[in-house]
């Protein structure tokens, strides 16, 4: 019902940036909260950064100052600006959302989850 594709990833050197996007699309009423989630491996998936629908955010201590989040609701997106990579920041990078869709309006909300995009930093 819905999908959620990402785009942006790839390989940078340490102190490189990056931007990653996503594109929401289906069977949307209204999706609230939007986020990136990443996962190295042998590791468990971790939060990076979530914005609301209103557009307040939330980052992940390792990523504060660094990275940033923003969205676009008229066109169901949300965006990672990287900054100052490091190699520990390598990782398969997962866009989310927590949607309501159009069969449903009054709820409940689903969580929905990208196919991930590769994120490599190394010299």
């Known amino acids: 019902q819905v999908q959620l594709v990402e785009s942006g990833g790839g390989l940078v050197q340490p102190g490189g940036s990056l931007r990653l996007s996503c594109v929401a699309s289906g069977s949307i009423f209204r999706i609230s909260t939007m986020g990136w989630y990443r996962q190295a491996p042998g590791k468990q998936r971790e939060s990076v950064a979530t914005?609301?629908?209103?557009?307040?955010?939330n980052y992940a201590d390792f990523v504060k100052g660094r990275f940033t989040i923003s969205r676009d609701n008229a066109k169901n997106t949300v965006s990672l600006q990287m900054n100052s990579l490091k190699p520990e920041d390598t990782a398969v990078y997962y866009c989310n959302a927590v949607v309501r869709v159009l069969t449903t309006p009054a709820g409940p909300d689903y969580n929905y989850w990208g196919q991930g995009t590769q994120v490599t930093v190394s010299s």
């Open positions: 914005i609301t629908r209103g557009g307040s955010t």
